[in-house]
């Protein structure tokens, strides 16, 4: 790190994103524990950030919280009763231990505070309150508008052949359920869209008030073109070939007529004896837990490493990382 707390990787990326204003994004999943490995993707935004405003960019820093995403997992440590909720938006499922409003709230909370405590000067969206708030509306239109452009791109990029009546949009059905539900007919004056869910039933969804929400891929794309993203890093198993960022390249360039924001790509952090760091699998260590023993600088260096596009493994053997 030089002096001025900004890594030179991070000027370097600042300088290769030109004049502003920029919008620097970071997206998590809150369908479980949010770790320290989680945690390198923000602070590689924040230094991007600040190396930007440190050239006398204008630059809005945002966390995307990704809390309307469907349970596809329950985590670990959550009762199996909660596979019931599957499908469902996590902004939908009540917090399993009740002390906060949703399941979603249940695992952001903890980590928001972690960025508060560590004095990172960053703005919080809920994705769930992004669509219900009208933000995302007109990308929404315009993917449904753009169905068979953009099942194409999937198709092409994935090499997998999308189901009959595939669609960019999950309608949320009666039942709280964002999967399996066939979209039949779009209403764009009104916003809406005609459905059947998996159970034969009509329904009807109202894209400009979170009624549901674009599939990830598609979503990821629609998000750069609402937010007016700039600058986005990702892990690597975002951007291995055919991933989720060569098909939301594509689907920027050729159906939202949005550049590709500037990216950089980060390696995982893992736990040495244990492997790489997985809410999914229970191998976490969480922000909170090491700042009770490690002042804010410390655990930024120790996520960040020298350089985040290489591996970092945390040996915890001595209870205290060296």
Known sequence: MRSNAIPEWAEQVAEGLGEGPHVVVSGISTSG????????????????????????????????????????????????????????????????????????????????????????????????????????????????????????????????????????????????????????????????????????????????????????????AARWKALGVTFEPFGKDHTSRGGSTDTADRMAREVFRYPVPGRYEYEWIGLKGRGDMSSSRGIVVLPKDLLRIMPPDALRRMVLGRDPSRRADLDLEGGFPR
Not at 81 to 102: A, Q, T, V
Not at 116 to 139: I, W
Not at 175 to 189: K, Y
């Open 33 to 220: 524990h949010i770790h320290a490995g989680n945690l390198r993707e923000v602070l590689v935004a924040e230094a991007v950030a600040n190396a930007l405003r440190a050239r006398g960019e204008e630059v809005r820093f945002v966390f995307h919280a990704d809390t309307i995403d469907p349970l596809r997992k329950v985590a670990p440590g959550i009762p199996q009763s909660f596979g019931r909720y599957m499908g469902h938006s996590l902004s939908h499922i009540p917090d399993p231990e009740g002390c906060h409003p949703s399941y979603a709230e249940h695992f952001l909370a903890p980590f928001e505070e972690a960025l508060e405590e560590m004095g990172m000067e960053v703005e919080v969206l809920r994705s769930h309150e992004l669509y219900e708030g009208g933000v995302y509306t007109e990308v929404t239109r315009e993917a449904i508008e753009h169905t068979e452009e953009l099942r194409r791109i999937m198709q092409e990029v994935t090499g997998r052949r999308m189901p009959e009546g595939w669609s960019p949009y999950l309608p949320r059905a009666a039942s709280g359920d964002l999967t399996g539900n066939r979209v039949v007919e779009h209403l764009p004056e009104e916003s809406k869209v005609r459905f059947v869910d998996r159970e034969g039933n009509e329904g009807v969804a109202d894209y400009s008030k979170g009624e549901g929400k674009l599939g990830w891929r598609v979503e990821l």
